[in-house]
């Protein structure tokens, strides 16, 4: 059976508990999963039954669900399925299995989480900020996991007071600082006006890039795989 | 605001720096802009496969030494610039803002004399962390013969600094960079780390060079072999306590009889990187790595050459060793031990085990048994020759496998 989620944790823990027993089970949040002659059925999120199962994976684990919360935000098609492959094998040992690499489910959501934690720490890096008329910073940004807000604390240590935007286009949403608080929001598309000087540093930047380069130690694959072509589109030097 | 044309000097001047990490310092940041990050962070990669961390730039280009394999030394016509400490500054804080780069890393040609050039730097690195409020890294290079007290005062506000040793012998120096010598570099070297010694103990609030010094050595150009470098690298760790070596193979820059026309192979700078790895972090000496008077092997790995003359410590079963152990096996890396370490806990390992862990087997195959069994190859001619395959088709995937610790380096040479 192929158990359909919103997405959401509240949801993935209510279908973890209704697949729990079921062999064949199949959990995803996306639709394209759905295939000809499969039976389905949507679980929609059950606040208490979601607690309840919260409870007892945290009584066998106590960072399981921190865990859990980043594979969902991995954005990667199999999370839920991996996660429950995770969960499910957790729930069965009842004690922490993170260090059982050797098992395919523990290795293939370790894995995951790495990935996650990967991008978080490459994207401190690849973000590029272009600068407002008001002095304000405004960076688009296109991760593959939903780490937006994930993303703020790096930049608020350092850009103290400083108030910025980091805007995940494709999920249309965006974490805003206004240089004392952080929030969240929904973010379509944004206006901005470009600071004064902005182009020239720009330019500045992209001479810089070309400038440090050995044109004779042309390593294109090794790039692709330091800086996932995914990235390029905001990246300023690459255009 | 600097223009394109000296910023394009300046920086192209700079790049044969191939320092470019921006690691080892916790900086806070005290009510400005900008902080360390310990790990060291990457925001871009050049199309020649180097990590673009830092703004690396020269306060000039315009300079009185005559160090043969330079572009800068004084009897060249080229394009000479300059920029003064407010460009710097105004620069590395611009550039840091938009999150182009991690800091600065600044360097210079020697103008006028050793004295006025430390001068020039440490006035930049006081103008940006005093009147810039810029606590993001700073890496400012040692002029050789400057006064120690202006060197010490530099390294008070910087992270890290480095003298450039740049030839491997004496010998070497005295042909082609005849007004520096290695104790002219070695000493101010040996002075800065006691005094951050004295730093550490009795003032352990204040930061002095918390990212500590490194040097750069260039090879191909000088007859030195890798024995060599390998031990004055371990000198340089153990001795002068030096964070990092880093080896810049030889690009013929400018043309002169006494040296080489042609570029030095890259091969040999990875496999000096690889054999620098050894030495910092799996417990290698440079005797295990190489003779005095050899190179090390471009074929194969220089763990795998340890390994095939040491023979009687393979093979290894992965159920028992221990870690110091499992790092010497050719082809496990920290990561792949570390795996092995954790589920060793919990089960037996067979190989089919450490092949669902992605531990990679091309190579340590010929020297594991997992569970009592052993998939190598019989004698040991094969084991080489299996082993100089397996390096052919394995160089690539080793370099993009390294993970967001090393990618900093693609030159780190971890394996
Ligand atoms: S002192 Fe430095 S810049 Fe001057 S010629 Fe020698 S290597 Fe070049």
């Known amino acids: ?239 | 605001m600097i223009d394109a044309k000296r910023l394009q000097i300046l920086t192209e001047a700079a790049r044969f720096d191939v320092s470019c990490s921006s690691s080892g310092s916790a900086r806070k940041n005290a009510g400005g802009m900008g902080n360390g990050y310990a790990a060291g962070l990457c925001h871009s990669f050049t199309p020649d496969g180097r990590c673009v961390s830092l703004l690396k730039i020269l306060m000039s280009n315009d300079c009185v030494f005559a160090c043969k394999y330079c572009m800068n030394r004084c009897d060249l016509d080229v394009p000479r610039a300059s920029a003064t400490p407010e460009e710097i500054a105004e620069l590395t804080t611009d550039f840091y803002k938009r999150n182009y780069i991690e800091g600065l890393f600044l360097s210079s040609a020697i103008v006028k004399s050793p004295n006025y050039t430390m001068e020039l730097l440490l006035r930049t690195v006081k103008l940006l962390r005093q009147t810039y409020r810029f606590f993001g890294y700073i890496h400012v290079k040692g002029i050789p013969y400057a006064d120690d007290g202006l060197v010490e005062e530099a390294a008070r506000y910087a992270d890290r600094m480095s003298f450039n040793i740049e030839l491997p012998s004496e010998k070497s120096l005295k042909l082609l960079a005849p007004q520096k010598s290695k104790e002219g570099l070695l000493v101010p070297m040996r002075t800065l780390e006691k005094k951050r010694e004295i730093f550490r103990e009795e003032r352990p609030k204040e930061l002095f060079l918390p990212a500590g010094q490194t040097t750069q050595l260039i090879v191909g150009a000088t007859p030195e072999t890798d024995g060599a470098i390998v031990r004055l690298s371990e000198r340089l760790y153990r001795g002068a306590k030096l964070k990092r070596v880093y080896y810049s193979s030889y690009l013929p820059m400018v043309h002169d009889s006494l040296l080489p026309d042609r570029p030095a192979g890259q091969l040999r700078e990875h496999r000096l990187y690889q054999a620098d790895w050894l030495l910092r972090f799996y417990g290698f000496t440079a005797d295990e790595i190489a003779p005095e008077g050899e190179n090390l092997p471009l074929d194969i790995d220089p763990k795998c050459a340890w390994a095939l003359r040491n023979l009687q410590y393979f093979p290894v079963e992965v159920n028992r060793a221990p870690l110091e152990l499992l790092l010497r096996v050719p082809g496990v890396g920290g990561r792949s031990a570390d795996k092995i370490l954790k589920a060793q806990r919990y089960t037996r390992l067979t190989f089919d085990d450490l092949k669902k862990m992605r531990v990679v087997l091309k190579r340590a195959r010929h020297f594991l048994t997992a569970d009592g069994k052993y998939y190598g190859a019989k004698d040991l001619q094969t084991v080489r020759g299996l082993l100089a395959v397996a390096e052919q088709s394995g160089t690539c995937e080793q370099l993009s496998l390294f993970d967001h610790a090393t990618a900093y380096s693609a030159l780190t040479g971890e394996f």
Not at chain 1, 185 to 192: N, T
Request: hydrophobic share 40%.
């Open chain 1, 1 to 239: 059976m192929i158990y359909f989620t919103d997405g959401t944790k509240e949801s993935f823990l209510t279908a973890f508990l209704a697949a729990y027993s079921d062999d064949e089970a199949y959990i995803t949040s996306s639709q394209a999963q759905l295939a000809l002659g499969q039976k389905s059925v949507f679980v929609g999120a059950n606040p208490a039954r979601a607690a309840r199962a919260e409870q007892r994976l945290l009584s066998f684990d106590k960072d399981c669900i921190e865990e859990l919360t980043m594979l969902l935000r991995s954005g990667e098609p199999e999370r839920e399925q991996l996660a429950f492959g995770y969960l499910k094998f957790l729930s069965e040992e009842r004690r922490p299995v993170r260090g059982m690499l050797a098992k395919s489910e523990v290795l293939a959501a370790q894995e995951c989480l790495a990935r996650v934690t990967r991008e978080i720490h490459r994207l401190h890096g690849f973000v590029r900020f272009l600068e407002c008329e008001s002095g304000a910073l405004y960076a688009p940004i296109v991760p593959k996991a939903d780490i937006c807000d994930l993303l703020v604390p790096h930049f608020q240590k350092r850009l103290q007071g400083i108030p910025f935007v980091l805007h995940d286009v494709p999920r249309k949403k965006a974490a805003v600082c206004d240089g004392k608080r952080c929030f969240a929001a929904p973010l379509e598309q944004a206006q901005i006006v470009l600071s004064a000087s902005e182009t020239q540093w720009q330019q500045l930047w992209r001479k810089y890039y070309q400038s440090v380069n050995l044109p004779s130690r042309e390593k294109l694959k090794q790039i692709r795989g330091n800086m996932p072509v995914r990235y390029w589109r905001v990246l300023t030097e690459l255009h």
